[in-house]
């Protein structure tokens, strides 16, 4: 068996990194400023459970929200950010947050994504993803 030496990433690749991880701090950000005016309360942020991180997590009187933020350059590419397997792995973080924290349980609940572009125009696709 041949190992092979890990090497950490170049400089360039660390910056880059570092650019996007603030570029979705800031998208998330916008979204639950967005949201909060939308008359939702934030219940939690980066909130992460051993299916995956679920960005937000915000109630009104009726309905408990997950929610996933995508930043892209612009709405457009954005669209198709979230893959299968990330889709799946957000509605079964969502069940676990439903079946774990029953305080923070609504009689509805729902999946959005909020899709934010480089200029910061929101796109608030609604039930986006369904639980089962």
Known sequence: MVVKPRFSPSPLRRRRGSLAHKAGLEAE?????????????ILARRYRTAYGEIDLLAADDD????IEVKQRTTL??????????????LLRAFQ??????????????????IIIDIAGEIDHIRD?????
């Open 76 to 89: 457009g590419e954005a669209r198709y950010a979230v893959s299968t397997r990330q889709s799946q792995r």
């Open 128 to 132: 986006a993803l369904r639980l089962t």
């Open 29 to 41: 950000k916008l979204a639950e400023d967005y949201i909060h005016h939308q008359g939702f309360t």
């Open 63 to 66: 309905y408990l929200l997950a």
């Open 96 to 113: 676990l947050v439903i079946e774990t924290h029953p305080e923070w349980q609504r009689e509805n609940t729902r999946v959005d994504v």
